[in-house]
Nanobody, 111 residues
Framework: QVQVVESGGGLVQAGGSLRLSCAASGSIFSLSSMGWYRQAPGKQRELVAAITRGGSINYADSVKGRFTISRDNAKNMVYLQMNSLKPEDTAVYYC?????WGQGTQVTVSS
């Protein structure tokens, strides 16, 4: 059974940085696209960044130039480096591969 577990969330001041990590179990990791999503209170879950197995990357317009997604297939890990954080980045961040979601990690950015 494939599982993903996020870590690295926390409280940070505006302008600060955080690095989220996602550990995936299962042999399908290297074959799958991976994504980071977020859901703020009262809002729908949205895609933040995605990376294919070949390394093609897509970002939401709101995070372009500030966030960087990367993956390490050998370690079954995917990362989200978040710089220049804004209060509007506050949300629960989820790691996902097709059909599998983590439980999320809270990111709170204070103004």
């Amino acid at each position: 059974q494939v599982q993903v577990v996020e870590s690295g969330g926390g409280l940070v001041q505006a302008g600060g940085s955080l690095r989220l990590s996602c550990a995936a179990s299962g042999s399908i990791f290297s074959l799958s696209s991976m994504g980071w999503y977020r859901q703020a209170p009262g809002k729908q879950r949205e895609l933040v960044a995605a990376i294919t197995r070949g390394g093609s990357i897509n970002y939401a317009d709101s995070v372009k130039g500030r966030f960087t997604i990367s993956r390490d297939n050998a370690k079954n890990m995917v990362y989200l480096q978040m710089n220049s954080l804004k209060p509007e980045d506050t949300a629960v961040y989820y790691c996902a591969l097709p059909g599998v979601w983590g439980q999320g990690t809270q990111v709170t950015v204070s103004s």
